[in-house]
């Protein structure tokens, strides 16, 4: 289950950061059309939802609300990693 949690937050965080301008022209080369901008931005959320929800009930409320914050740390930092490097 850590693993589970660990990459639905780290590509929610990859959507997030995908919705934003400067990150997508990294990304991608060019910023995407603002429909998909908003399923982008659902997606991301509800798979950092996921992320929050694999946490809990693996690991109990407060436990896995900390091990929730963990992942979603790490996976804003390889999405932040992985932007950094692509310049």
């Avoid at 022209?25 to 659902?42: D, E, S």
């Amino acid at each position: 289950m850590f693993a589970a949690g660990m990459l639905s937050a780290t590509v929610g965080m990859l959507c997030m950061a995908a919705i934003q301008n400067k990150q997508a022209k990294i990304l991608f080369k060019r910023t995407p059309h603002p429909r998909l901008r908003r399923v982008l931005q659902i997606f991301g959320g509800l798979l950092l939802l996921l992320s929050g929800v694999i946490g809990v009930h693996t690991y109990g409320a407060g436990i896995g609300l900390v091990t929730f914050c963990g992942w979603a740390c790490l996976g804003a930092w390889l999405v932040a990693l992985g932007i950094t490097w692509r310049r």
